[in-house]
């Protein structure tokens, strides 16, 4: 399986602050070696993924302010191909986009949008394949959860993290968090 990157597009720092660190957050947390934040720099959110890596250990990268174009162009110069995650895609549920997806063995570059999308994200020019978590209105971030979760097939959540200085003991009641 190839590393897994997320392409944040449409990150407006004032409307899209929290969620946007939602989405690197739960990149970071689900496989996920990095997100681009694509056209812009927000500061805030770097310093939030920062701190994140730091406390809860990595690795994990923040790419900022690169053309959504260059960086869609750099990946598949790489020979990764791209995921469109739109709910106007094909099912993950109901159909063998998963499959297909793995069977290639490449390095998988997920495009997550904030705002409306140029129609040009769903052609082959960008995306080799548009995936829908249900054919409902959703959240992005939800649906990138559900990815991941579905890409690495739960083997993500018992990943162990480099250099982390903090580590939440499981408990069936409370609230541990240790020093490591």
Not at 87 to 92: D, H, P, Q, T
Not at 107 to 113: E, N, Y
Not at 152 to 159: A, D, I
Request: some cysteine; glycine content about 8%.
């Amino acid at each position: 399986m190839g590393r897994v990157v997320v392409l944040r597009w449409g990150h407006r720092p004032e409307r899209d602050r929290r969620l946007t660190s939602h989405i690197a957050l739960t990149a970071r947390a689900l496989g996920a070696d990095g997100m681009i934040l694509t056209d812009i720099k927000d500061e805030n959110l770097k310093k939030t993924v920062e701190k994140v890596v730091d406390l809860w250990g990595g690795p994990f990268f923040l790419e900022m302010g690169v053309p959504w174009k260059e960086a869609v162009k750099n990946w598949r110069a790489k020979d990764g191909i791209v995921v469109h995650l739109t709910a106007y895609g094909e099912n993950i549920q109901t159909s063998d986009v998963m499959d297909r997806i793995k069977a290639t063995g490449k390095d998988v570059l997920v495009i997550v949008g904030s705002q409306k999308v140029p129609r040009e994200f769903f052609s082959k020019k960008v995306s080799d394949f548009n995936v829908a978590v249900g054919n409902q209105p959703h959240s992005e971030c939800a649906s990138l959860a559900v990815f991941l979760d579905r890409y690495f097939e739960g083997k993500e959540l018992t990943k162990n993290f480099e250099n982390a200085k903090l580590k939440i003991i499981p408990s069936s009641r409370g609230k541990k968090v240790v020093k490591v």
